[in-house]
């Protein structure tokens, strides 16, 4: 029984702390696990919010976004369709809004959320063989007459006369380094990726809403991220996290199995040890009882040995009060 209580002890600290080491890669700050749609879903989500405060048309809102999406910003601007068709928006961050955008299917009121993925760009958009020049920046468009919506179904707008500019502030050349030329990288809603010229004052032309990005062509191949495809979902990543899991349950499981296997070992070769000791012991004891004529066994509480009389031959009487 003594033995049982003080191993497992020891053992126990052991595997808790390997199994922490094992484990806490996984849950340390990490990014969202979440696919570029539902990033989509939760930014119409936040920038309806912010709207909701002071509902004014033509006033660009900032979101507060949760802290593990640090370094991501939305906005929202709430316009009616018409102003949008006749008027376009002269600026809205990097966007420039030309006269004659109309919206698929037709709404009195429209959103237009605004996001820039900052350092979060390659996460959501990975793009193998190229690198990102400035970050991923979207525009899409929702009805805005329910102001409480979540889950919207995103507006087709389209650029019927001219196309919305993209004007890219801070594109980062100085980490080209290549022979290649800085090129506009489009994201549409449906998973799909195309390719256009930059144009001067690193502006990307678009006629429908989506992502948009400047990328360059990395000169040698990246070799880790190059088997991730963009699918608009995100599907990889959950799969390798999954295999992550997974393998390291797998790999402490065994690692516990031979642990135990070990204390196993160590305790049954002690518990013989300790029988045969006790034996010996025994047989010492029971020559020497057999010389005082009495047996004294040793008994253990907890860790201390104690010796005490099993039987007392002659039990003493009191006589003085006992008196039949
Ligand atoms: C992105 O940058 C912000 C600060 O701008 C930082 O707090 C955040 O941890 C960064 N996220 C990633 C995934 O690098
Ligand atoms: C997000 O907005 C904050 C405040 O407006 C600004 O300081 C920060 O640079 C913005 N980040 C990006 C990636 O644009
Ligand atoms: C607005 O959307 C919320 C959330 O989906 C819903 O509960 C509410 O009934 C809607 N209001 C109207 C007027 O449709
Ligand atoms: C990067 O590329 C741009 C355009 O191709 C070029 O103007 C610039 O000089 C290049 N910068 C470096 C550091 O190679």
Redesign the pocket.
């Known amino acids: 029984m003594r033995l049982k209580i003080s191993i497992p002890f020891p053992l126990i600290i052991f595997t808790a702390f390997l199994s922490s080491l094992l484990f806490t890669p996984l849950t340390t700050?990490q990014?969202p696990a979440m696919s570029a749609r539902s990033l989509d879903a939760l930014l119409q989500d936040y920038a309806f919010r912010a709207v909701q405060v002071r509902p004014k048309t033509g006033v660009v809102f900032d979101t507060t976004l949760p802290?593990n999406l640090?370094?991501?910003n939305a906005s929202a601007m709430r316009l009616r369709s018409g102003s949008l068709r006749t008027r376009g928006v002269k600026s809205y961050r990097e966007f420039q809004i030309p006269i004659g955008v109309v919206e698929q299917p037709y709404s009195k009121r429209i959103v237009l959320v605004y996001h820039n993925l900052?350092?979060?760009s390659s996460?959501f958009y990975p793009l193998p063989g190229f690198t990102y020049l400035a970050p991923v920046l979207g525009l899409l468009a929702y009805d805005a007459t329910n102001l409480s919506a979540t889950g919207l179904p995103e507006l087709e707008i389209r650029a019927s006369e001219e196309p919305i500019s993209v004007r890219f502030s801070d594109v980062k050349f100085e980490q080209n380094g290549t022979s290649f030329s800085p090129k506009c990288v489009y994201f549409d809603l449906y998973g799909s990726v195309q390719f256009d010229n930059l144009l001067r004052g690193n502006v990307c032309p678009m006629v429908k809403q989506g992502h948009f990005s400047v990328v360059v062509e990395a000169t040698a191949p990246s070799p880790a991220p190059a088997a991730e495809e963009y699918s608009g979902a995100g599907k990889g990543r959950g799969k390798s996290n999954t295999g992550k899991i997974v393998g390291s349950t797998i790999g402490a499981l065994i690692l516990l199995g031979v642990i135990f296997v070990v204390v196993w070992k160590i305790k049954e070769r002690e518990d013989l040890k300790k029988k045969k000791e006790k034996k010996k012991k025994l047989e010492q004891e029971t020559e020497w009882g057999n010389e005082r004529d009495e047996a004294l066994q040793v008994t253990s509480f907890g860790n201390i040995k104690a010796p005490f009389a099993m039987i007392t031959r002659t039990q003493p009487v009191l006589e003085d009060r006992y008196v039949p």
Do not use: H, K, L, Y
């Open positions: 700050s990014p802290e640090a370094g991501v900052g350092n979060f996460r």
